[in-house]
């Protein structure tokens, strides 16, 4: 189907469900992944695939966010990691080298793991170029093909604010203060 974009809010009532059913479900999603399905997260997003299109949710092969796919049609490898699948909400981020999907995540919002990409470490390798795509750009089909990452991920990184006492500004879509804490708060 048709990509969902960021913005889609039509998630919103499948996540809502979720607390209807397990209001204990808030305090499990802000402690083990720091965020909680609003509406216009990837959650949301798949939750709304499985119920308004189960046809569809059913032959889904992998639920994949934009940079995952990308890295796909580059390599032919379906992958993710802790960083690009977070907007998914199914991560445990107090581990920042977790390659594995929260087992308590996945049984609050009923999702099958099989339909999501399999995780990798955030700095790993995932492939090199396919021969097809190193034609048609001209370059090595030996050219190692990264992992990403999300963009306030990316910002925070480039602005420095993972190192402490140093700060930043994610303008875009959205906006974010960025900081490091020594500690969750």
């Not at 974009?5 to 039509?10: I, K, P």
């Not at 420095?160 to 960025?178: D, E, K, S, W």
């Amino acid at each position: 189907m048709n990509l969902l974009m960021w913005l889609d809010r039509r998630g919103a009532p499948f996540a809502q469900a979720i607390f209807e059913r397990q209001p204990e479900a808030l305090l499990h999603f802000l402690e083990i992944h720091g965020a909680i399905p609003f509406a216009n997260d990837s959650l949301s997003h798949i939750l709304h695939v499985r119920e308004l299109h189960p046809d569809i949710y059913e032959e889904t092969v992998s639920f994949l966010e934009p940079v995952d796919f990308v890295t796909q049609r580059l390599t032919g490898i379906t992958s993710g990691n802790l960083c690009t699948v977070f907007p998914m909400l199914l991560t445990d981020n107090r581990q920042t080298d977790a390659t594995a999907y929260s087992k308590p995540l996945l049984e609050i919002a009923g999702i099958d793991e099989a339909k999501l990409p399999p995780l990798l470490p955030v700095d790993a390798c995932v492939g090199p170029l396919r021969n097809e795509v190193a034609e048609e750009l001209g370059i090595s089909a030996q050219t190692p093909v990264f992992s990403g990452m999300n963009d306030t991920q990316a910002v925070t990184l480039g602005a420095g604010a993972h190192r402490p006492g140093f700060g930043g500004l994610n303008i875009g879509t959205t906006m974010q203060v960025l900081a490091s804490a020594p500690r969750k708060h």
